[in-house]
C-alpha cells in the first residue's frame, strides 16, 4: 500500500509562488509516475502535470505551462509542484497521485492507483 501526503498549500496573492510537496511512503517512489491534479468548487478534477519514473520526461496542462514546474527526489520519496506567477483561477485543491507501477507517464486521472487527501491552494486578485 502507497500512502501520499500533500503539504504547502496556503493562501498567496496573484502573481505569487507556491511550493507543493507530495511525500511518498509504503513502496519506493521510483516505481511509479507521479501526478498533480486539482479541484475547483463545483468543477471536475482536472489534470496540472505528470512526471516520469525517473523524472526525465514530463507533461503539463496548457493552463499551466510555462508557470508550473513538476519534480521529484526519488531518494526522498518527495515529489514538488513549484508554481509560479499564480492566478486567481488556480484556486482549487491540489491533489497528488501515484501512478501504475511500473507504468509510463500518465494524464488521465483513472490511470492513477494511489491519491493523497489534498492541500488547499487559494490565490486572491
Known amino acids: 500500500q502507497v500512502q501520499l501526503v500533500e503539504s504547502g498549500g496556503g493562501l498567496v496573492q496573484a502573481g505569487g509562488s507556491l511550493r507543493l510537496s507530495c511525500a511518498v511512503s509504503?513502496?519506493?517512489?521510483?516505481?511509479?509516475?507521479m501526478g498533480w491534479f486539482r479541484q475547483a468548487p463545483r468543477n471536475e478534477r482536472e489534470f496540472v502535470a505528470a512526471i516520469s519514473r525517473d523524472g526525465g520526461t514530463t507533461n503539463y496542462a496548457d493552463s499551466v505551462k510555462g508557470r508550473f514546474t513538476i519534480s521529484r527526489g526519488n531518494a526522498k520519496n518527495t515529489v514538488y509542484l513549484q508554481m509560479n506567477n499564480l492566478k486567481p483561477e488556480d484556486t482549487a485543491v491540489y491533489y497528488c497521485?501515484?501512478?501504475?507501477?511500473?507504468?509510463?507517464?500518465?494524464?488521465?486521472?483513472?490511470?492513477?492507483?494511489?491519491w493523497g487527501q489534498g492541500t488547499q491552494v487559494t490565490v486572491s486578485s
Open positions: 497521485a501515484a501512478g501504475p507501477e511500473f507504468g509510463g507517464i500518465v494524464s488521465e486521472s483513472s490511470a492513477y492507483e494511489y
Open positions: 509504503g513502496r519506493t517512489l521510483s516505481r511509479y509516475p
